[in-house]
């Protein structure tokens, strides 16, 4: 892992630390460039600002307010020509930066090796391959490669995506216009095999930076069992996944023999259309990699789920979540924050917090908090408006969220679930 650190001719103080997985480039404290192995920028930090970029070109800027609270962050979308003059921007820093190590008097300042150094410009090289040209190329592949990807949990941002299935099957959610200009489609196992080959190849070396599998799209578990194995033993063929069972220095060797390998598969869920897999099934999955669902609970209010358009009731969430934590597999539960506005307020905070005091969460588990977000082609605002619904402001629902975190009593607080804050308009892959 070498770090190397150079006074430029200018004055500038430029750390490069070139990992097998990962390239970081810091100038002065003010400034830090994040690539993949392949050369590739996935995020930057410049002046307070926050950019992340995706494999697609497009990009993030997220800041966070002079003052705690939502209404103070920013969370933006980069316009197309905004973002292709950003990605210009920063492949002009790093050009400056590599002609200033070829620089007499550019003065290196940390002790490390002649390789070392060599492996630094090298670093650099690769990341001025990826000019905008290449960029743009990556950019044509991956659509080739992928349906859009609409949505990850927090945690998975930085997952392998692999799309056993394209869309969502239900896809009626009032709230939810991600998958709407597709049709739901599952992959042959052909077509499966197919895909993670084109997959491995397109992120290459960068695939190092990958740390878990998500087998996507909105609900890919609802296929049936015997479809569904196949899938799964075919990720495990392709892909070194962490063996059940094996603890500290056991798994620390495992680590060492394969140094290109995913903690597990994690994947959405739906509580309506997977009523019927059972523990045994979930155990059989477990078996194969998968580590945690992720469940749209929403609300635990049946009043306010029919609203949303969910065809499910919250105690077919608690017979969801049984299943699976008996089948050896942790959840994500998501809640979404600010759903059915001032109408359904008081009912939402009670009897969310009634549902998730019965479920059999622990310290492996998620609660995410989820902010409702009006997207252009959801249906919701058309039905706000209808039942003369006022929206909640953003104060509302930061003290609904802190309601309900008041009011969760897990079984064993002492092994209590992480609660945190889930917000979609930061994601892009």
């Known amino acids: 892992m070498p770090i190397v650190e150079f006074v430029t001719p200018a004055g500038r103080r430029l750390l490069i630390n070139a990992r097998r997985e990962a390239t970081s480039v810091l100038v002065d404290q003010a400034l830090a460039l994040n690539y993949d192995r392949e050369g590739r920028l996935t995020g930057a930090w410049i002046e307070g600002r926050n950019f992340r970029r995706s494999l697609d070109n497009r990009v993030i800027e997220k800041q966070e307010g002079p003052q705690p609270g939502l209404a103070y962050r920013v969370r933006r979308e980069l316009a197309p020509d905004e973002a292709r003059q950003f990605l210009a921007d920063v492949y002009a820093r790093v050009a400056e930066y590599r002609a200033a190590l070829d620089d007499p008097a550019t003065r290196a300042i940390t002790t490390a090796s002649p390789d070392d150094y060599l492996a630094a410009r090298a670093a650099l090289d690769r990341i001025l391959e990826c000019d905008l040209a290449r960029l743009e190329r990556d950019r044509e592949t991956f659509h080739i ?17 692999l799309q056993a299935t394209e869309g969502c099957s239900y896809n009626q959610c009032a709230f939810c216009g991600f998958y709407r200009d597709r049709k739901f489609y599952v992959k042959s196992p052909a077509e499966f095999k197919s895909h993670l080959r084109d997959v491995r190849a397109f992120f290459g070396g960068a695939i190092g930076l990958r740390k878990t599998i998500f087998l996507a799209d909105a609900n890919a578990l609802i296929m049936p069992q015997a479809q569904l194995l196949p899938l ?171 309601e309900m975190r008041a009011g969760f009593e897990f079984q064993r607080r002492e092994h209590a679930p992480k609660v945190s804050y889930y917000d979609i308009r930061e994601f892009i892959y």
């Open 145 to 161: 490669i992928y349906k859009p990807v609409s949505i990850l949990p927090p945690d998975q941002y930085l997952a392998l995506v």
């Open 232 to 402: 799964f033993d075919a990720i495990n063929a392709e892909f070194a996944l962490h063996p059940p069972g094996l603890e500290d220095d056991a798994l620390k060797l495992w680590e060492a023999q394969h140094p290109i390998h995913f903690e597990g598969i994690y994947s959405f869920v739906d509580a309506f259309t997977t009523r019927r897999k059972t523990a045994r099934e979930f155990s059989e999955l477990a078996t194969r990699g998968l580590r945690r669902v992720y469940i749209g609970l929403e609300s635990g209010d049946a009043e306010l789920l029919k609203f949303l358009g969910k065809p499910n009731s919250p105690d077919d969430v608690v017979q969801l979540v049984d299943h699976v934590k008996a089948g050896g597999v942790a959840v994500g539960v998501i809640i979404l924050a600010g759903a059915g506005g001032e109408k359904y307020a008081e009912q939402h905070v009670r009897h969310t917090v009634e549902i998730i005091n019965r479920l059999p969460l622990d310290e492996k588990d998620l609660i995410y908090f989820s902010e409702l977000i009006d997207f252009p082609r959801s249906d919701y605002s058309a039905l706000a408006r209808a039942a003369d619904i006022r929206p909640l402001t953003i104060g509302e629902i930061e003290h609904q969220m802190t």
